[in-house]
């Protein structure tokens, strides 16, 4: 990694010594003009996501916090350096010199590619070894920055926030590799697939800092100015409205009308998840709420039937739910957002805010937006076939018994692979 | 609320495609000038607060830790929605287009709003159900809003950080509403009302991110430039010191010398509720240190002695505290907020600088600082009584038989809305 | 203290409502070039690290997480008030009108002074009284407000992320305090100092959000532009490394490959301390992972032979292990500084950028960047030195049997300090 690094990568202007000199022939009159104070709190939240994020919301099992919050750890580390080199050489060479150039926005996207992986560690949560897991993230992070190529620069979507590239290939990704692994007798280790009472606490922090900053997920990398701006509050909207729906679905759903830890720790953030392609347009703050509305009800019938369902007779085992949170609401978000895009009209977003957001420049420069509309669409399906190509072929490389993956009975334990103390004998 | 959004609500020409246009026609040079980069970071802190610092700040109960973070979600997720309507009919809304246009300022508005709710389920926490509770907030907000208009735009009162508007306020309605709510045989439930050590852990994860993003909070919606700055630097200093304080009266109050869990998880933050409207007046670092320390001594006395006294002999039962550490923290915000007005000067302020500070322009431009001070005690007075008479209506209204509320022997208690595990009987 | 800061302390310009007619003076084209928003971001983010980062990574002892995350919050209050005041009189007191002003950049060098102590805080965790602490933090604040005019001001080195004059510092101050306060019969402690499996996962909470923040640690006090920008880059890439390197060295020692929570907890962090000096300098991307691998393997290392050996042979008992965390990383930072400055390049940084990176104005115009790297080395040797010198003088003052530390078996135990509930002695 260090010589690819050596090889490969350097600052780009705005984070060289030199950018004084390219700031003067610029014409930048300030500093603050600089990528990195447009850029840089977003990131920061995205970071956040990533770690606190997604590694607390997978504590929630009563056994397997260290190995929650901490192979996230280890494989979010892990794939960003290689997402920097991977998205670099599909994205970011010049030709010329033949390096890869990185600033702020290489960050946020390395952060986004290792979200991909994450994702599908949420679907084979306490069944693989730490090894296995960076065999996921080698192949997911590859395959990301492939699909990803093929959707923003060959079919040229937008996806801001990535419900197609990262949230559909992602999920079915992960779904994929778990149906190939399926363990017909995990449940021997069925009472250690549960939470106890402050271990759903811990999630919650998960939950809490995931849905807080998911504006600033769907806002990062978009266009400076009013796109950063409308994205943040589409999706806060989103959110808000995903909440209501879901508390209101889990409190029906239940005999006494108790709710369910689980659908608030996860069903809470699917509008989020669906508002990651179309929180750049001009989708209207009712068009965000409408979004949040459906996805939170979706997204909670999922757990209550999907889940089931898929483990009983496709014989696939997805301990957190990604199918209900990431696979399913990304798809969802994929295909609002080529609507949104199809119906895109001048007179609401003006002749030049509409190239601005759709980016119709260049080669691109005469494409109407029913055409962008139907490659949008194109690009949801791409998603979701490298998702379920690829982790069909990587989980078939899982199978090798060289992994040192589990026992059936040592599943959802942190034992297997930390030290842990005495006390941990009573957590049940 | 989609209808309602799909009538009312539009984006601001900072968050709307047109901006490029409105960009140029304004002169401004930068994409950087978007008032999202301005606001954005502190926005996010602010949100950090509202659902984690108040979320996990009402975790510490034994049994009630999914309760106090859950329902916080609930609410606040609800009350955003219906703050953005309520704040822009009264303070948005375009005579000429019947719209509301709304930016990231509208954002951390709608999430001050919605902290006038969650003070007042501080006081209520563990006696009522959701449903109760989405009514309070219904009401909650709605007479925010009001007093908001009243205080903000007729009395024309600056508040930045709310000491009157969501502390005093949020404080007086939920007291009131608890006095309603008045339960003779709570000490069914005593055993209960406490908290295990590691939910006092989790209660400290929201002390902090309260604590340390309160300058975020109090300097969210100040000027520009100068008044942001200077609001941060205040509230930090007056925090700073509120800690020294708690700390040294917790101690000396106790036999033994020990510390109290409660007093550090509260009082330390009375300083920044009571900077809440003079932050971003020259009321100089000292000013804050002083401020600082006075609110630490008098909210830990509010926990020693206060808290018992309501109890006993004027039948309040404050789950949280929320008499210490909001209702008369902000109170005595309001007032020095008032007297540090009225002793504003041209001398300190600068001519423009007062201007600036205290908008006086428009039709009042000839007003004086005493007259302002003035001003300032009063709006503080209309706070409190809107707080009081709007939570006595609103406690009468939950009376009625028919919202759910749990019975006296199983307050404080998980198990009535939550699905548990089989260990939550062991925390006791 | 009010006294203090009412005699010297006051609003520096950009935060004075005079601000108007400064931006005016000095042709200043808008608000958003307040220094406000240049740094206020990593200011919250720095903030965040004092009192959650260190505060939570110091509740992993099973039953000493109050005294932990609240001594943390109570001496880090304390702290910056003192250093404000410290930090100005050295600093920025303007010697015609006597006083000290203060802006945003002086809220994040009070919090980065506070640092200094809270490590020293680190080895002592659970063997001194909170009277000592207060000790502690008053002289560790003096010395570090010395050592830094020392370093910075008179031998004119750079060190944005403090190496040098925060960890090295620190952590030497730490150990020599607790060399001194060794205490032969601690093994009756002994059942107390260790974690359950919740406390380290709060201790995770703590490890997260330094690691992830680190990028604005050594960002927050560098030049805008360019410099902050690289010096984020620098840090996210030397911590990414140092978390593979600690896996794998953490899962080679122990017998099974199972991984040590302490080594995730803390060794994971190494990177960022390291690559403090050197942060801002043009170190090159694959020199920063190069800085990150080898901190890594060190510092685990360390965790594994040296803290034992230090403990056995030299007396020394360092509870949290900051030798191997901050002393010997921050050590190493400071000769990597003082390497890749003494190989810095006009060709490399540009003649501007190597004026602007290492300040050669005024005095130092002339300094070659050979004497730089000189320098720098030197300033590292003074960091150690005033930890060592000022650590064993204040641990001689500490042994004065008046200040109410903890006898040899109540050590690491929160009853002492802290009213606890019931359930507290199940905790073993």
Request: glycine letters at 12%; aromatic letters at 14%; one cysteine or more.
């Amino acid at each position: 990694m260090i010589i690819l690094f050596g090889v490969f990568i350097r600052y780009d202007e705005e984070s060289d010594a030199h950018w004084v000199e390219f700031r003067r022939e610029n014409n930048i009159t300030s500093d603050i003009e600089n990528d990195f104070y447009f850029r840089y709190p977003s990131f920061q939240d995205v970071h956040v996501m990533i770690f606190v994020g997604f590694g607390f919301l997978m504590t929630f099992l009563k056994r397997y916090s260290f190995g929650g919050v901490g192979f996230n750890f280890l494989i979010a580390a892990f794939g960003l350096q290689w997402a920097l080199l991977m998205q670099g050489w599909f994205h970011a060479l010049n030709p010329e010199t033949g390096k890869i150039t990185i600033g702020v926005e290489s960050l946020i996207n390395a952060d986004f590619c290792c979200a991909g992986s994450l994702i599908a560690y949420g679907a084979l949560l306490g069944k693989v070894s730490p090894v296995q897991l960076l065999v996921v993230t080698l192949f997911g992070v590859t395959l990301f920055a492939v699909e990803e190529y093929i959707i923003l620069d060959l079919l040229h979507c937008r996806d801001a926030g990535g419900s197609m590239v990262i949230h559909a290939f992602g999920g079915y990704y992960g779904l994929a590799i778990s149906w190939v692994l399926y363990r017909p007798n995990l449940h021997q280790s069925k009472r250690l697939n549960g939470s106890v009472y402050h271990s759903d606490v811990f999630a919650m922090i998960g939950t809490l800092f995931l849905w807080m900053f998911w504006p600033s997920f769907n806002s990062a990398i978009t266009d400076h100015g009013d796109g950063q701006h409308r994205a943040a509050i589409n999706t806060y909207l989103a959110l808000a409205s995903s909440v209501l729906t879901t508390v209101a679905i889990s409190s029906m759903s239940q005999k006494r009308g108790k709710l369910d830890m689980v659908h608030i720790q996860n069903a809470t953030l699917a509008g989020g998840v669906a508002m990651g392609t179309a929180a750049e347009f001009m989708i209207t703050p009712y068009g965000s709420l409408i979004v949040g509305f459906c996805t939170g009800i979706i997204s909670t019938f999922g757990y209550l039937f999907v889940t089931p369902f898929l483990e009983k007779h496709l014989k696939l085992q997805d301990t957190c739910g990604v199918h209900n949170l990431h696979a399913m609401p990304g798809m969802l978000g994929g295909f609002i957002g080529a609507i949104v895009a199809a119906a895109a009209d001048e007179s609401v977003y003006s002749r030049e805010g509409l190239i601005n957001t759709f980016d119709f420049e260049g080669e691109f420069a005469n494409r109407s937006v029913g055409t962008q509309g139907g490659f949008q669409a194109a690009g949801t399906c791409v998603a979701i076939a490298f998702g379920l190509v690829g982790g069909a072929i990587v989980g078939f490389i899982l199978r090798f018994p060289i992994w040192g993956d589990p026992a059936d009975d040592n599943c959802y334990d942190d034992e297997v692979y930390w030290e842990v103390c005495g006390s941990f004998e009573l957590l049940q």
